[in-house]
């Protein structure tokens, strides 16, 4: 009898031993996440103006209304390619663990994988041109929702508009974004995304979008 008790309380103190490591795990996880948060959130702000820079080629010479010539579109995929290696980690799908955050219906790309995002930018160089000379991003802390996805992974939500600008016309546009990004070698990577951009409408003079001159 005496073995038994001894065995049992054995078996107990492990099993206390186990729950206070699992306690202690979920604590610096929890605290270790918090801390990476501004982290996070610069790079979401970082991710989100350059794959609109890129999206809508700002800055590149154009002739209004003519097609891009091969030389033009191999310096953007170029830069499309420079985005893709700042930004991006490509991980096996099954690694993708998004939890339904990721809304397939949110944009007509379909799937949320990097293939997705190459091919919605190769459209963007087929038919006619238009330059758009500044892009003008506003993204609040408040408009960025970040949560934990499992050790290494965090889930986002943004929502944010902007403005292009071409010659002396601006035009107001407002976008969403989710992203699944992943902790590689200290740095955090996007793994899958998802995007849509709205509006657009008729091109306002930016005097008018500005309030006018004095």
């Known amino acids: 009898m005496k073995l038994f008790w001894k065995k049992v309380n054995r078996g107990l103190l492990l ?25 996070i959130r610069q790079e979401v702000k970082d991710y989100a103006g350059d794959l609109l820079e890129v999206m809508y080629a700002v800055g590149d010479r154009v002739e209004p209304g003519s097609e891009l010539t091969a030389e033009q579109k191999q310096a953007r995929r170029e830069r499309f390619e420079a985005f893709v290696r700042e930004y991006w980690q490509e991980v096996p799908e099954k690694e993708i663990r998004n939890g339904g955050l990721i809304s397939t219906a949110l944009s007509g790309t379909g799937s949320s994988g990097l293939s997705s995002l190459r091919t919605e930018f190769e459209n963007t160089l087929s038919g006619k041109q238009y330059p758009v000379e500044k892009l003008n991003l506003q993204l609040p802390n408040s408009n960025i929702s970040i949560r934990v996805n499992g050790p290494g992974y965090a889930l986002v939500n943004v929502s944010f508009s902007f403005s292009t600008v071409s010659g002396d016309y601006e035009t107001l546009r407002s976008g969403e974004l989710q992203l699944e990004l992943k902790r590689v070698k200290g740095s955090w990577k996007v793994i899958s995304s998802n995007h849509s951009f709205y509006g657009g409408g008729e091109p306002t003079p930016i005097a ?6 004095e």
Do not use: C, D, M
């Open 15 to 39: 099993g206390a031993v186990l729950l206070v490591a699992l306690v202690v795990l979920i604590v610096v996880q929890s605290v270790s996440f918090r801390r990476a948060k501004p982290v």
């Open 208 to 213: 008018e979008t500005t309030g006018g001159a």
